[in-house]
């Protein structure tokens, strides 16, 4: 069982739709990252939260400490935000989750 | 602002061969990182430094060496390079301080191919 699970793997919606994508970690934790990877491989930093909510745009990132689970929601999702997005959490190291596979069809 | 530069951003090398990777970090930042993502996988966290000295060390292959130096760039040395290593190497930095201490800003990554 990998300690940074994802999911759902793969989402394809349509622009406009609400998304969400969830994070579970078995491990204990500093942070966790919410990372934005596109095609042809750069690693973008969207959030980095250890409680709470954080929002930054049409982004949100929420974090629940005791049930070890964070989230990532997007909302009016357009197609510039397909790309894969990564859970990472920091322990004594960075963990990095499987990724989830976003496609927004116009 | 400026961002993590990494050089060269695409590398071809033969087996048996060495290659060296190089990292600048966000000014003022004091503290490096190296990750490896092979094709279809996860990023793998390589080896980290902080101040110039090795802080944590991950699953970085004995014929790999790194180091980071006085301006706080960091090298990334591969020897002895095999098929298994084509993957993209990314760099990340970060500070103990300000408002997003601690949080890593990658590097846009080398694509390392080995033939």
């Known amino acids: 069982k990998n300690e940074v699970e994802q999911s759902p793997q793969n989402l394809t919606a349509q622009e406009g739709e609400f998304i969400t994508i969830n994070c579970s970690y078995s491990?204990?934790?500093?942070?966790l990252h919410w990372l934005q990877q596109h095609p042809g491989g750069g690693i973008v930093s969207l959030f980095m939260l250890s409680s709470g909510k954080k929002k930054h745009g049409r982004l949100i990132a929420t974090i629940n400490i005791q049930e070890k689970h964070s989230s990532l929601h997007i909302t009016a999702s357009h197609p510039r935000d397909s790309a894969v997005y990564i859970c990472a959490v920091r322990g004594r190291k960075l963990t990095f989750g499987t990724g989830t596979r976003l496609t927004i069809i116009p | 602002a400026a961002g993590v530069i990494q050089s060269p951003r695409h590398l071809i090398k033969e087996k048996r061969e060495t290659a060296t990777l190089k990292c600048y970090p966000i000014?003022?930042?004091?503290?490096v990182y190296w990750y490896q993502q092979g094709p279809g996988q996860d990023p793998q966290f390589l080896i980290s430094f902080y101040e110039k000295m090795q802080s944590d060390k991950g699953s970085i292959p004995d014929r790999f060496s790194a180091q980071q130096f006085s301006d706080y760039h960091s090298e990334l040395n591969m020897s002895s390079l095999e098929l298994g290593d084509s993957a993209l190497y990314f760099c990340?930095?970060?500070?103990?301080?300000?408002?997003?201490?601690?949080?890593?800003?990658f590097g846009p990554g080398t694509r390392l191919t080995v033939l």
């Open positions: 491990v204990g934790i500093s942070a």
């Open positions: 000014p003022r930042h004091d503290t």
């Open positions: 990340a930095s970060s500070t103990r301080s300000g408002e997003r201490g601690d949080e890593q800003f």
